[in-house]
Structure formats: structure tokens, C-alpha cells
């Protein structure tokens, strides 16, 4: 598989790359061919419990995926523009701002994806989303299913939000049932949450394979495999896809390979989404100086593994920006330490007030923790107006230089 | 006459002064907890037998926040922190942090390291609040916070005690509502002013308020009537209390006839209702609450309430006062002004953040403003 990587040959069909590169794809496809079936079908926020629309047989699409797909292929400036051309600010968050203007202009040459029939959102990444969507649900005229996922000031879920998040699955189970004519199904239900943990188990066996020195995979890789864990962990093939990428990173170990090019002299977690319009700008950068980006909180985030209907609750009350400053910053001190991390480069992304809103004191406690230098760096996931690549090389030079002073190297 | 001045002052040296209303209430004895943004169960502290004051930050540099937050955080969010790290708190018990926005639930993470001998109190509320499975959450939210407080401060919560607070609490709503209709009819009292009455509540129990409401009243129906010829404005936004700001309205003839402002009106929409317990009664009033950017509503009604309270009050303008950064209202912005141009209201957008020092631009945007509502 690392051949296939080094010379650039066609991709492989058995390939974990190209597989999963194909459920990405078919996402889109599938949809735009229920739509052409006469079925209904839904936008979707990234972190709204998959297995719903997957066990009602529904299809969905992502906005923030296809928003990040519009930004690497060179679309968000100018869908930006668009949305602020009708008074959204520029201050939101880009995903956002290019959605909706999506919405309005419904064709980029970028990614294209069918018009919704329903939404369904959730706030456990962000409050951002719910007034995303309530302005999509009143510009478009369509039914906005709501799973209000607060985040959770303490480090454990309390019976009373599992409650109130658990009478909200089956609400908006109900509300779903009754428009789209669709039928849950308890025996479907357990056939999802089965594919879901064994992509999750996958996922976390592939991404743990970091604790190997050299890593087995470049980082990068996972930026982009998250896609299908966030949006078809439910499915078979998904299943089936990471279970392949899993075998390949084993025997990467085995022989000495890996996705990472070059000489791997030191390790790090990248913290933040990733700089979609310049994601060769911000690989290279790292790249160059052989610095491997091991893991980043997506290796842990989406492993969503559980045995009932509550467990699933819970799993969802639990993703990253739901939890408070201490979990969170133990769940990355957990990556670094298992994968022998030597430094953090964070992301100030301009879009995500909340993830970027208490990271520095996250970060100095995490550095202090585990007795690594952090530094980091603006920019923006999808908006290429608020990232400057000579500070981004400054800053992670900066890394290098302490990264090496601490090997007693050069 | 200078009954009115008097009882004016009264509200403008504790709405400039809300360090020394702390002090005041630390002298008397007595234990206070801050209330941060927005909707904050102040009943619960009253009832507890405590001073609850709420902070919306202020207009100072920020230095020590800036090693927290990054610089596209709200300045309200800024300021609190600021202040905290500052030491503008001393002596409060505990600090209340509701996280209703992104920016909100950062400031309680925050606050834990940067103000570490002032408790963090968090209270999370529900979204989709209006169910049982909503109310109850909300309900729980309450338990917590008392909790927090009773650990954090020794005092002790009462039922009973609470149904005596809530009634305190809705006899001061209904006072400035009452209050800001009143204000209409009297042009002579500025857009300044205005804002030191809202601004006050914040740093007095509630009873003292509604008395200095009450008075206020009773002083201007004394008064005679003069012909109005202001240009009537409907404000809209967070925060409407920078007064560089607000002595650009009164230079401009113009009188805020209604608001739906976080900080001001909004706060008044809602009284809380007759329930099993008192606690169930506060919890169906945050259901209840409505028409504001920082909670769900699919149906974005607050775009309809702002074109409804131009015309409830013969308004000539809405003036949408944007805290720089504030997200739930960038997005709430857009809904307002295609509701208002449906109805061909003139609508003036106006960016401002607590840093702002130079107004000038915006005494242009209102001049010109004027020009198209004449
Ligand atoms: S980037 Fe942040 S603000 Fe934007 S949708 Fe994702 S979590 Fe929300
Ligand atoms: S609602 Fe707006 S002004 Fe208030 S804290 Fe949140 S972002 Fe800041």
C-alpha cells in the first residue's frame, strides 16, 4: 500500500484510500438518487447521531463535509462572499456562511448536493448550528428536527441530560417517522449500532497504530477518513473500509512503512479542524521539516462504541466540544502520551469560537502535563481570507527549534 | 422638576458604579453572586437570601483575557474576564455562568483557572425547552445551581422562599415594562438616561429597583407633557449601553420608544406563572421566554416581534445594535432586516464592541439615517 502512495499509481480498488474515498462519494451520489426516487432526504449537522436516519433508511447529506470539499477545491472565498452579500457577517463560521449560500445559489462546479426536504441538527459541537440551521429551516420552508446536546460543564454526563437527550432521540425518531413515512425498527437499529462499533473499533485500532515509531500513517490521512466516521460509520462498507485500513497500518509496522513521506523526526498533535484551502500549504509545512502529525482528538472522538439505546445517548453527550476543559484536556493527554508525542500545534480557527475559545488554557495545561512546547497558529477551516502562511511557517519553525533543543539535537 | 433630576441621578450613579454597589452589600453583611449573561436565575440567589448582581462586563482594555480568549470572542465575554482577573469581584461568593451561546460556555471554562477564588457556577440550560423533557431539564439545571450555592456559600434554599422572590421578581418586570411605555410620553428624557435606569437593575435587588421605578414614575406624571417631536426608534441587539453611542440618539432627536435588547427589555418579556412548586413555576418561565437570538425558535419569530413593536409603537426606525463577534445575532441580523424590508422599515445596522473609541462613524451612519426618516 505505501508503494501505491510513493509512486502515485492508480489507487488501488481493495485500498482502504480508495474505498473509503468511495463511500465519501456515494454519500452524495445516493443522496441526489433518493431525491430522484421522490424520497425525501435531509441536510445533516456532522455530529447528529448517525444511526436515526441510518436505521429509518433515510439519506442525508453533510453541509460541513461538502463545505470543507467547497473550501480545498478553491469555492469558500467566493461562497463566502455570497452570504455576506445578503448580510451574514464575516465573523461566522464559514462553514456556515458557505451553506448558505449554497442554499441560495444551489450549483458549484465544487460539490454539489441535493436540496433538503428536512434538516436535522444538533448542538453538541456548537450553538453556532442551531442558528445555522433555524435560518435554513425558514429561507428553504422545511421541517428542522432539533437534538439540543448542551455542553456539559462537568467531567461526567448526568442522569438528568441523558433524560433529556434521550427523550429528544425518540421525539425526533416520532417526528421523522410521521414525515417521511419510514419505520424504525428495533432489529435495524442493532444491525447499525453493530456496523457503527465495528468502524469505531476499527478506527480507534487503525489510528492507535500512531504509538509505533515511525507512525505507520501520516496524520493528514485521517483528516480525511474522518469523513466517512462521521457520516457512514453505520454502514457495512464502512465497517468493512476501516477494518482494511487498520490491516494496512499493521503491516506498514510490519515492514517498516508508512503513509508519511520522508524521515519522521518528530511527533505531533494537531489541534483544531483542519486548513482546508491550504492543506498543501499547512501539510508541507509540517512535511519539510519531518515533522509527522501522529494524532489529533478525531484518532479518540469517533470512536462511538455502545452496547444499547442509552449507551448511544451518552456517546453523544461525550464528543469533543461537548465536554468541559478537563475532559478534554485529558483525552489529549491521553493521545500524546500513547503516542509518544513531542509537541501541539493548535489551530486558532477563526470560525469556531468554541473550540478555540478556552484552547489556550487547555493547551498550557496539556503542555504542562506532559512536558511539551505548543504553539499556534491563525487560520480558518474553510475562509482562506484568515490564514497567513509565513506565520504559520514562523510559528511551526518555533516548534521545530524547541521540539530539537529538547532532543539535544542541532 | 428636580424631583425628576434627583430621582434620575440616582439611576446614573448606580448604573456607573457597580463596584460600589458591591462594596455597599459586602459592608451591609450581606453575600453576593455575580450573574453573568443571559437569563441567569437571579430568584434563586434572592431567595437564598442573597445579593445577585449581574455583570455585562464593561468599556476597558483588555489585557489578562486576551491570554484566555482569542480575539474574535465577544467583548462582552472579554470584559467579564477581565474584570474577574482584574479583582472587580472581590468578595462574591460565586459566579453564575448560563452557557445559552458558544462564547458563554468558554467564559465558565475560563473562569475556573483565571479567577480561582470565585466559584464557577455553571447552568446549562435546555434548547428545546418548551416540552416536559425540556422544562424538567431546565428544573435540574436549578437543583444544581442551588447546590453549587449552597456549598459555595452556606446559605440555605427554601421553597417557600422563593415563591416570595419570584413575586419580587415579577413586580419589578412588570414595572419596567410599564416604565418603558411610560417613558414615551416624556421626549425630555434622553437616550442616556434610558439606559442608566436598565443598567441599575442590575446592581440592586430588586425591590430597591422597582421603588426607584416606582418614584421615577411618580415624578414624571407630575410633569407636564410636551409635544414629542422625536424621531421614534426601535432598538434591537445585546447591549445598548455605551453612551458615546447613545448621546449620538439624543443628538439626533431620536427616543427608543421599545427594545428587544438581551440586556434591557428582553429581560422584562416574561413573568414566571403559578406552578406545583415555585421551582417548577421558574422553570416554565424560561420556557416560556422567547424572541431572542440566544434561544431556539425555528420559527425566528424575533424577526416578526421587532417589525411587530414598530408598529405597536408607530416606531419610524429600527436601529440593530450588533456586539461585534456576537454570533447568534449575526445570524438573527439577516432574518430582521428581510422582515423589515417587507415592510419597508428602515433599518440601521450599527457594529460596536466595548473597545470602541472612535464613534465618528457611527454619528455619520445615524445622520444619514435621519435624513431617510425624515
Ligand atoms: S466549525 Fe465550529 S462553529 Fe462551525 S460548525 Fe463546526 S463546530 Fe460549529
Ligand atoms: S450572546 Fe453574543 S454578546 Fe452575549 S456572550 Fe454570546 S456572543 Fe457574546
Known sequence: MSNEVKKKSPPDPNSAKFKLGKIATDAYVDAQAAKDRGEMIGWCSSNFPVEIPETLGLAVCYPENQAAGIAARGGGERLCNVSEDDGYSNDICAYARINLAYAKIKDTPEQNMPEPDFLLCCNNICNCMIKWYENLAKDLNIPMIIIDIPFNPDYDVSDAQVAYVKAQFMEAIKQLEELTGKKWTEEKFQEVMEYSGRTSRAWLAATSEAKHTPSPFNGFDLLNHMAVMVTARGKKEAAEAMEVLHKEYLENVETGNSTFRGEEKHRIIFEGIACWPYLRATSTGLKSRGINMVTTIYADAFGFIYDDFDGMVKAYCNVPNAMNLEHARDKRVKLIKENHVEGLLVHTNRSCKLWSGFMAEMSRQIAAECEIPHVAFDGDQADPRNFSEAQYETRVQGLTEIMESKKGGC | ?374
Open chain 2, 1 to 374: 422638576m428636580s424631583g425628576l433630576k434627583e430621582s434620575l441621578q440616582k439611576f446614573h450613579k448606580i448604573a456607573s458604579s457597580p463596584k460600589e454597589q458591591l462594596k455597599n452589600y459586602l459592608a451591609q453583611d450581606k453575600k453576593v453572586v455575580i450573574c453573568a449573561p443571559v437569563y441567569t436565575p437571579e430568584e434563586i440567589v434572592h431567595a437564598m437570601g442573597m445579593v445577585p448582581m449581574g455583570t455585562w462586563g464593561a468599556d476597558i482594555e483588555i489585557k489578562e483575557a486576551k491570554t484566555y480568549f482569542p480575539a474574535f470572542i465577544c467583548s462582552v465575554m472579554q470584559s467579564v474576564l477581565e474584570l474577574g482577573i482584574r479583582g472587580e469581584f472581590e468578595g462574591a461568593s460565586a459566579i453564575i455562568i448560563p452557557s445559552l451561546c458558544d462564547s458563554l460556555k468558554c467564559l465558565g471554562e475560563n473562569w475556573k483557572s483565571s479567577v480561582k477564588n470565585i466559584p464557577f457556577i455553571p447552568m446549562v440550560y435546555p434548547q428545546n425547552r418548551k416540552a416536559d423533557f425540556g422544562k424538567a431539564f431546565t428544573k435540574a439545571g436549578y437543583e444544581r445551581v442551588i447546590a453549587d450555592l449552597e456549598k459555595a456559600t452556606g446559605q440555605s434554599f427554601d421553597d417557600a422562599k422563593l415563591t416570595e422572590s419570584i413575586a419580587i421578581y415579577n413586580e419589578h418586570n412588570a414595572i419596567m415594562r410599564q416604565l418603558s411605555d411610560c417613558l414615551n410620553d416624556y421626549p425630555e428624557i434622553t437616550a442616556v438616561d434610558r439606559n442608566a435606569i436598565f443598567q441599575s437593575a442590575f446592581y440592586m435587588e430588586k425591590s430597591e429597583h422597582t421603588a426607584l421605578v416606582k418614584d421615577l414614575i411618580s415624578e414624571l406624571t407630575k410633569t407636564e407633557k410636551t409635544a414629542n417631536n422625536k424621531i421614534k426608534i426601535v432598538t434591537t441587539g445585546i447591549l445598548v449601553d455605551a453612551e458615546d453611542l447613545l448621546k449620538i440618539l439624543d443628538d439626533n432627536d431620536m427616543q427608543i420608544v421599545a427594545d428587544n435588547v438581551a440586556s434591557e427589555s428582553r429581560q422584562y418579556h416574561v413573568d414566571a406563572k403559578p406552578a406545583e412548586t415555585a421551582l417548577d413555576s421558574l422553570s416554565c418561565k424560561f420556557a416560556d421566554m422567547d424572541n431572542c437570538s440566544v434561544l431556539f425558535n425555528v420559527d425566528k419569530a424575533i424577526a416578526q416581534y421587532t417589525v411587530g413593536l414598530v408598529s405597536k409603537y408607530q416606531a419610524n426606525g429600527v436601529i440593530f445594535v450588533m456586539t461585534k463577534f456576537c454570533d447568534p445575532e449575526e445570524f438573527d441580523y439577516v432574518m430582521i432586516k428581510k422582515a423589515c424590508a417587507e415592510k419597508n422599515i428602515p433599518l440601521l445596522l450599527v457594529e460596536i464592541d466595548r473597545q470602541m473609541t472612535n464613534y465618528e462613524q457611527v454619528r455619520t451612519a445615524v445622520e444619514t439615517f435621519k435624513e431617510i426618516l425624515k
